[in-house]
């Protein structure tokens, strides 16, 4: 396994079969490794680091409140791909949630903007994934 990028989040899911047919299907990810006795798994994308860890499983538990559906409220994880527009049909096709639909978005940062096309997509515990392409950068 390549060394973990200094950030990697951790997602609580329902099922982990699920969701691992959505995040290796529609999403793209490919698992590194599993921990099947704790209902883990670690995928990658392009360089993108996710885990997903079954919440009724028998692993660690970090939480400081119950676990509540939708399990991702307020999460939204921007993540950079290659060809946004190929991964958006493949998403689409396969039925995801299409929370946003493809668009060309641009965003100051001082006096210049960044461009992303992108959209967001939930995931079936209701994690927001917002998969861009950079569009490059213009004056604001």
């Known amino acids: 396994m390549a060394v973990a990028p200094p950030l990697t ?5 329902e099922d982990l079969e699920t969701s691992l047919r959505i995040y290796t299907g529609a999403f793209g990810f490919r698992v590194l490794f599993k921990r099947s006795e704790e209902r883990f798994a670690y995928l990658e994308r392009e360089g993108a ?4 860890e079954e919440a009724a499983g028998p692993g660690r538990r970090f939480r400081t409140a119950p676990l509540e559906k939708p399990y991702g409220r307020g999460i939204n994880l ?9 991964l958006y049909e493949r998403v ?5 949630s299409v929370i946003i639909p493809l668009e060309e978005r641009w965003y100051r940062q001082g006096s210049l903007e960044r461009g992303n096309r992108q959209f967001v997509a939930a995931d079936p515990d209701g994690y927001l994934l917002r998969f861009f392409s950079d569009l490059g950068e213009r004056p604001a």
């Open 9 to 13: 989040p951790e997602l609580d899911v």
């Open 49 to 52: 680091h996710l885990m997903l």
């Open 78 to 86: 921007q993540i950079r791909v290659s060809d946004v527009v190929m």
């Open 92 to 96: 689409a096709r396969a039925e995801v």
